[in-house]
């Protein structure tokens, strides 16, 4: 029996990953990824058992509790922030109270993409889950999980990376003050390199695509390659062109938008940025070998 084409939509945050799905759903029937873009499934799989795979455990140090959001289902796409019909599925109302019930399991993840591939498969070629918490899923836990989803699915992994320093600046609301962490660091959603190092040694690099937002926004052949499937054109995206708080405010991209064009929000310094998190562009080029020409400062 062939195995069913599964995408993972691996992140990162604000580097556009909502048009990217919106490409791949609504304007090419890519993949389909169910009742939300954003299950956080595997995620809450790994908190349920987070004695096991946070180190830090027992210094009573606890990982970000995604379960509440998980048990979010279909009533919170009627309001308007998403178009909802894109996500319409033939699951009974049951049905979704038995998968979004916790706890859940692996096996009920299974169970749920697999039924899901027998409404949409003359349709689309592939499932998804385009949760971006799986690009920091710990390693242990997707080895410990990863025999069994390969046994029914063809699994391929897209991160989507953006210049670090106009990401960072979204990320922070367009406030530099918000850009750091209690601890004065930078997160985990800042380390491209080890996300996608990480992720070829779980799936193989054949099967992980590192995505430069700039570049495949200018042209999604690279994408189209990836996938094996026609890409004529990329879903419209606030941060390309890139436009700082002029920004268009456009429909179903208020998470692209809101905060950013505020009264508080204030222009990018990039010069002075560039030249701070130099670091993260250095520790890029260490890995893949070169730095994006759409990066150059």
């Given at each position: 029996m062939?195995?069913i084409?599964?995408l993972?939509?691996a992140?990162v945050?604000?580097s ?8 791949l759903?609504?304007?090419?029937k890519?993949?389909?990824?169910g009742?939300?873009k954003?299950?956080q499934w ?12 946070n180190d830090r ?16 289902i ?5 309001e ?5 019909w894109i996500q319409?599925?033939?699951?009974s109302?049951q049905?979704e109270?038995?998968?979004f019930t ?11 993409y ?9 349709e689309f070629?592939?499932?998804g ?6 690009c ?5 836990f ?9 046994e029914?699915?063809d ?8 210049d ?6 979204s990320y922070?609301?367009c406030?530099?003050d918000k850009?750091?962490c209690?601890?004065?660091k930078?997160n985990n959603?800042?380390?491209y390199?080890?996300?996608?190092t990480?992720h ?6 054949d099967?992980v695509?590192?995505?430069?937002m700039e ?13 094996g ?8 995206n606030?941060y390309?062109?890139?436009?700082g708080t002029k920004?268009p405010k ?8 809101a ?5 508080l ?6 010069e ?9 562009y ?7 070998g070169?730095?994006?020409e759409?990066w150059?400062?």
């Amino acid at each position: 029996m062939a195995k069913i084409k599964h995408l993972l939509g691996a992140g990162v945050p604000y580097s556009a990953t909502t048009p990217l799905w919106y490409t791949l759903q609504w304007d090419h029937k890519y993949c389909h990824t169910g009742h939300k873009k954003e299950p956080q499934w595997l995620d809450v799989i790994q908190k349920q058992q987070e004695q096991k795979y946070n180190d830090r455990y027992d210094r009573g140090i606890r990982l970000t509790d995604r379960r509440k959001k998980f048990e979010i289902i279909p009533e919170f796409y009627l309001e308007h922030k998403k178009p909802w019909w894109i996500q319409r599925t033939q699951f009974s109302r049951q049905e979704e109270d038995y998968f979004f019930t916790l706890p859940t399991t692996l096996e009920k993840y299974i169970e749920y993409y697999k039924k899901h591939w027998e409404s949409v498969k003359y349709e689309f070629q592939s499932v998804g889950d385009f949760s971006n918490s799986t690009c920091i899923l710990k390693k242990q836990f997707m080895l410990d999980i990863r025999d069994q989803l390969l046994e029914v699915f063809d699994i391929k992994v897209i991160l989507i990376f953006r210049d670090p320093v106009q990401r960072l600046w979204s990320y922070a609301k367009c406030n530099y003050d918000k850009i750091f962490c209690p601890n004065g660091k930078l997160n985990n959603w800042t380390q491209y390199g080890h996300m996608y190092t990480k992720h070829c040694e779980i799936w193989g690099k054949d099967n992980v695509f590192p995505l430069i937002m700039e570049k495949t926004w200018k042209d999604p052949s690279d994408l189209s390659d990836f996938l094996g499937y026609k890409i004529e054109k990329m879903h419209e995206n606030v941060y390309y062109p890139e436009r700082g708080t002029k920004a268009p405010k456009l429909k179903w991209l208020p998470d692209q938008w809101a905060g950013d064009t505020s009264e508080l929000a204030k222009e990018i310094d990039y010069e002075s940025m560039r030249e701070e998190f130099d670091y993260l562009y250095t520790d890029f080029e260490k890995t893949f070998g070169y730095l994006p020409e759409e990066w150059s400062p």
